[in-house]
């Protein structure tokens, strides 16, 4: 339990991106190479979870309840079928970590979207799945998994960039830390999100 509490109440700060998930358009740019995005996002994050409505569970002996904040940055490449595979380097900070706790920690990966959505307002969604290895500062050689994320996208045709933020309502995320001793715990979140990025050129079948 003592391995628990230290994990989880000083620097529980691993966070993945959402990458663009932009509509095709003939003037898109071409993706060979990774089309680059920007992501800054906040989330409250509780090893109780958090009911359909996002109100508390209750917080098990020996968990927590965090606020963290994100940058992410990375490039975003489309697959033949329209999904995604968003590459991403994240630096995390948490708030609520106390003396001699570390309160950064810096994590790469990768995300799988689901196919583009187009909304009824123009805008674009993908569900994500991310996974990935802390490299840096808490939790070092960790790895993580990361569900139920998701990103919407608002395309802005003229200037050929989009605005990422989250779905609406926002959705709560399930991620499992793994580390490198085999101990791993999970636990839940709801984030805030703003990032921008060019628009995605689908690849032909």
Do not use: W
């Not at 965090?66 to 940055?73: E, K």
């Amino acid at each position: 339990m003592k391995r628990l509490v230290f994990s989880l109440s000083l620097a529980l700060v691993v966070s993945l991106v959402y990458p663009v998930a932009a509509r095709a358009d003939s003037n898109d740019k071409d993706v060979s190479q990774g089309v680059p995005f920007e992501n800054t996002q906040t989330c409250v994050q509780s090893s109780g979870g958090f009911n359909p409505d996002f109100s508390l569970r209750p917080i098990p002996p020996g968990g927590f309840l965090n606020h963290i904040t994100t940058q992410a940055n990375g490039f975003t490449f489309a697959n033949p079928d329209g999904t995604r595979l968003n590459t991403f380097r994240v630096v995390a900070i948490n708030h609520n970590t106390l003396p001699p706790g570390n309160p950064i920690t810096v994590s790469e990966g990768t995300c799988d979207t689901g196919p583009v959505e187009t909304l009824p307002d123009g805008s674009t969604h993908v569900n994500l799945i991310c996974t990935g290895t802390i490299t840096a500062g808490n939790l070092k050689n960790s790895t993580f998994v990361v569900t139920g994320g998701g990103s919407v996208s608002l395309v802005d045709e003229k200037a050929q960039i989009t605005f990422n933020t989250n779905p609406y309502p926002p959705v709560i995320e399930t991620e499992t830390i793994t580390e490198p001793n085999g101990f791993s715990f999970t636990f839940q979140r709801v984030c805030t999100k703003a990032g921008a990025a060019q628009l995605v050129k689908d690849r032909p079948e």
